[in-house]
């Protein structure tokens, strides 16, 4: 194997203290997050002051800080690296995703993986078509007939995934997309399969460990969920 079990546990116990104490903000901590589930509800349209929609998170995932480190991107690429042999079992693929969270990933992950003798391109898919220029969808090289494991930091109603699929298999006839995506978190927890908590977690995103909830066809592959992080340890609530 090509990343040793023991290092693999290694590195994920530094994941999880870097995630915990840097990319998880909650309410009350000297930080002002915007909690509301509904997105299309945004500060920017709409009046802040007026009250949330729906669900109401007490906390907040920001894992972009954590692609911007060197030592986080080398070690999430590495643990990529295990995952994928051990599930998929090969790399005869080509990385894609969503700007901008998927992109400081998509240039960590064949930088790291060619010091194992392992070739990956990668290319990132624009959420708007360029208004100019080339008129592109997506940013870098398109190897042709090589299928595409798509990526992102973050998975929960995977509307990203949802919309970098459609981006590629619809505008672009000759891409292929893998039956696996990859996600550094499954916004997932225990809690949604407990009838005590089904009503409050109603909406909350993914629902499951394996599918995407809007492309039902791809299995995740992911390094955590949110019970491996404690997110609950500071309580979720609803209005």
């Not at 690429?77 to 998927?102: K, P």
Request: net charge neutral; charged share 25%; proline share 3%.
């Amino acid at each position: 194997m090509i990343i040793s079990e023991d290092h693999y546990i290694d590195m994920k116990k530094w994941m999880q203290e870097y995630i915990r104490d840097k990319c998880i903000f909650h309410l009350g901590d000297n930080w002002e997050i915007d909690g509301r589930e509904d997105k299309s509800f945004m500060p920017a349209y709409h009046n802040r002051n007026a009250d949330p929609l729906g669900k109401c998170y007490t906390w907040q995932f920001y894992l972009r800080r954590g692609c911007f480190d060197s030592t986080f991107n080398s070690l999430l690429s590495q643990m990529f690296i295990y995952q994928v042999e051990r599930t998929i079992g090969h790399f005869n693929f080509q990385l894609s995703g969503l700007e901008t969270a998927a992109t400081p990933m998509l240039s960590a992950i064949p930088l790291v993986a060619r010091n194992f003798g392992i070739e990956l391109n990668s290319f990132v898919v624009r959420k708007d078509r360029k208004k100019y220029g080339l008129l592109n969808w997506i940013e870098g090289e398109v190897k042709t007939g090589v299928p595409v494991l798509m990526i992102d930091d973050l998975i929960s109603r995977s509307n990203s995934m949802k919309k970098c699929n459609d981006i590629l298999t619809k505008s672009h006839a000759n891409i292929e997309t893998m039956d696996y995506v990859f996600a550094i978190v499954n916004k997932y927890t225990k809690h949604m399969g407990n009838k005590y908590y089904k009503q409050s977690f109603e909406g909350f995103g993914n629902t499951s460990t394996m599918y995407c909830d809007k492309i039902p066809d791809k299995k995740i592959l992911y390094l955590f969920n949110c019970d491996d992080l404690g997110v609950f340890d500071k309580g979720y609530k609803s209005t």
